[in-house]
C-alpha cells in the first residue's frame, strides 16, 4: 500500500441477508484527486460509500483514511476525521434556510469549538458564497428548486471542511444546462480548496471528462479501474453497461 494514499480500501465485504453488496473490494486513493466511481445500477456504489461513512460495517476488509483505520467509528467520528459526504436522494433540513444548513455542516465538522456564532455565520455565507448561491442564504430549504436544495447539501458537506469529499450522484435530475456550472463547482472544490473527490455518478460522460481516474463496480466487485481513456476501451465495461441485449438501466 502507497504511504501517501488519502484512502485505502482492502478486501471489502458486505452483505446484506443473501445480498453480498461488494466482495472483495480493494482500491487506493491519492490526495488531490477526482475519482469517479461507475456501475449500473445496484452494482454497490452507495454501499461504498456507507461503508466507508460508517453507516454500514462491513463483514470483512480494512478501510484506511489517512493511515488512520476507520474500523468501529461512528459516522459522526468519521465526519470529523475529515469525510464529507452527500446523499443521493439528498437530504437537506427543509425547514432550515440555506445558511442554517450549511451552519449545521460547519458545526458537525472538524474544528467545530474554535468557530463563535458570529465567525460561523460568515464562514457559512462564504461556502454558500462557494457554490454560488450567496443571494439565497436566508431562503427556506423547501421554497428552493431541486438543483438549488442539492448544492446546498454539497455545500453543507464542504462546511464540514473534508479533506475528502464523498458526492453520490450530486448531478441527478439536472437538466442539460445545469450541468456545466455544477461541474465546474466540483473542479473548484478540488483545484481551489484541495479537497479529494470521490464521485458518483450516473452519467458516464461527465465522469468521463472531468475525473482523473475511474472505478467501475459490477454486481458489487470491481470490475475495472483506470483513466478514462483506459475505462472507454474496457471491452469488460462496455459489456457491463450495454450487453449483448442494448442499454440497462445505468445508477
Ligand atoms: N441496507 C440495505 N439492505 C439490504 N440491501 C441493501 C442495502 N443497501 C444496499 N443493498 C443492496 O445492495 C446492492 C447494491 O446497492 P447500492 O449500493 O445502492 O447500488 P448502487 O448505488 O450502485 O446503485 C443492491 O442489491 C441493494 O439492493
Ligand atoms: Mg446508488
Redesign the pocket.
Known sequence: MSGDAVLEVQGLDVH??G?Q?LRNLSFTIAPGKIIGVM?P????????FNLVTGVYRPSAGRIVFGGRPLQGLSPARIARAGIGRTF?SGRPFANLTALENVLVGLYYGADVRRAGATDAKRRGQEVLDFVGLGKLADRPVASLNLTERKIVELARALATRPRMLLLDEPLAGFNPLELEPAIRIVRRIRDELGITVMW?EHIMTVLMETCEHLIV?HH?EKLAEGTPGEIAADAAVGDAYFGKKGATKL?
Open positions: 446484506f441477508g445480498v453488496a456501475g445500477n445496484g452494482a454497490g456504489k452507495t454501499t461504498l443521493q458518483i463496480l458489487g445508477g
